[in-house]
């Protein structure tokens, strides 16, 4: 049988990230010693009482379907969240739950965009973004955000890169995979530009919980209600609860446009795992020690392994502020090392070094790659051992 795919899946490129991950688990299960770095995920469990609601639920018969948007009482426990948080204030009918954040963006793109339509996005970005526009019918106008500049993007920059055919802009803050942070004052320049264009702002906070230091997170959001219409809201538990597997996410905005994701929902998921909603509920409503104390045990791996991987041969690295990621530029650890790219590089570590990291070709910078430190301290170690070892045999032969 001859089959003939869709060109716009013909035309996706698959998740860097997932094949290092994948590579990485079947060269562990041949019983080779392999550290993956690669993991976008807490390695925390999810917490107790998240777990035993979701139980509850289960053993009291709430296993049906629920509305396409979400359980009225997940709305609300979501709304309650960003009343708390950001001091934002939305209605029911401006929440969509999804089946994780990345579900709320690919309905948010194929609701929004037309053939054509033009989507910026900042350099290095989360894998998934290009594809899911392109998905859409959408152009990936990419910005390149400078590691002298913390890797962020500049008013300048977006001005240039605005046509007739924008539609929306991207801000992913804390970044994945580099982990810095956008200021009020940065956010406020950038909205600015953006509300006398009229482009659409999307705001990935799924990290928004893992901020260090002096450093606090500001939702673009919050800084005026003109910005507030302006913009989508992307979050969820995924990482601020340790529930990545449980696939609840959410985007808050402007009700048309929450409306016509609703409608595609109704059509696509039918609704949220239901189980998985009530399971949510209990992570907003309830206690956030847990949150907290994976926070802290996030930013005491980063303050011991920063200092021990820039001490590597070749390696600088822009210190993050939040997420559960290291984004070093390692050019110069390749050239030193005798390889072509940074790519081989990366190959050479997960055969030789025996650590998976993940290439940054993948994020859109094809001189770093990325190393996720939710993994145990002891690992993060070993593994940044490793890389030295290997670096400085290499420098020697």
Not at 39 to 57: K, R, W, Y
Request: with cysteine; aromatic share 8%.
């Amino acid at each position: 049988m001859v089959v003939n795919l869709a060109n716009r899946v013909m035309a996706l490129t698959p998740s860097t990230t997932l094949a290092i991950t994948a590579k990485a688990k079947e060269l562990k299960e041949q019983g080779v010693d392999v550290i993956g770095l690669g993991a976008g995920e807490p390695d925390f469990n999810t917490p107790g009482h998240i777990l035993d609601a979701a139980v509850q639920s289960m053993n009291e018969g709430y296993t049906k379907y629920t509305p396409s948007a979400g359980l009225p009482a997940l709305k609300k426990a979501i709304i309650g969240k960003l009343q708390r948080d950001q001091g934002l204030s939305y209605k029911p009918n401006e929440i969509i739950v999804a089946n994780g954040a990345k579900h709320a963006l690919y309905t948010l793109f194929q609701v929004l965009l037309n053939d054509g339509d033009e989507v910026i996005i900042p350099t290095p970005y989360w894998v998934s973004y290009p594809e899911q526009v392109k998905l859409a019918g959408g152009v990936p106008v990419y910005i390149e955000g400078l590691e002298s500049n913390q890797f962020k993007i500049t008013p300048e920059q977006l001005i240039k890169s605005i046509t007739k055919k924008t539609k929306a802009v991207i801000i992913n803050s804390p970044s994945n995979p580099t982990g810095v942070l956008y200021s009020a004052e940065e956010l406020t320049e950038l909205g600015k530009i953006c509300l006398e264009e009229n482009i659409l702002i999307v705001s990935d906070e799924i990290y928004e919980k893992l901020v260090y230091g002096d450093h606090k997170h500001i939702s673009i959001a919050q800084l005026s209600p003109e910005l507030k219409e302006q913009t989508i809201i992307i979050n969820g538990v995924s990482k601020s609860h340790s529930m990545t597997g449980w696939r609840i996410g959410y985007a808050a905005g402007n009700k048309e446009i929450i409306e016509a994701m609703t409608n595609l929902a109704s059509h696509s998921t039918s609704n949220p795992t239901t189980t998985a909603q009530y399971a949510t509920i209990a992570a907003y409503n309830g206690t956030q020690e847990p949150v907290e104390e994976m926070r802290q045990a996030f930013e005491k791996r980063l303050e011991i392994i920063y200092d021990k991987l820039v001490s590597i041969p070749g390696f600088s690295c822009v210190k993050p502020q939040g997420a559960f990621y290291l984004y070093p530029n390692v050019k110069k650890a390749a050239d030193l090392t005798g390889y072509n790219n940074v790519d081989d590089f990366v190959e050479a570590l997960l055969v030789e070094a025996k650590v998976a990291v993940i290439p940054g070709s993948g994020f859109g910078t094809p001189d770093n790659i990325r190393l996720s430190y939710a993994t145990s301290l002891d690992q993060l170690e070993k593994a940044v051992s490793r890389i030295h070892k290997f670096v400085e045999s290499k420098c020697q032969a």
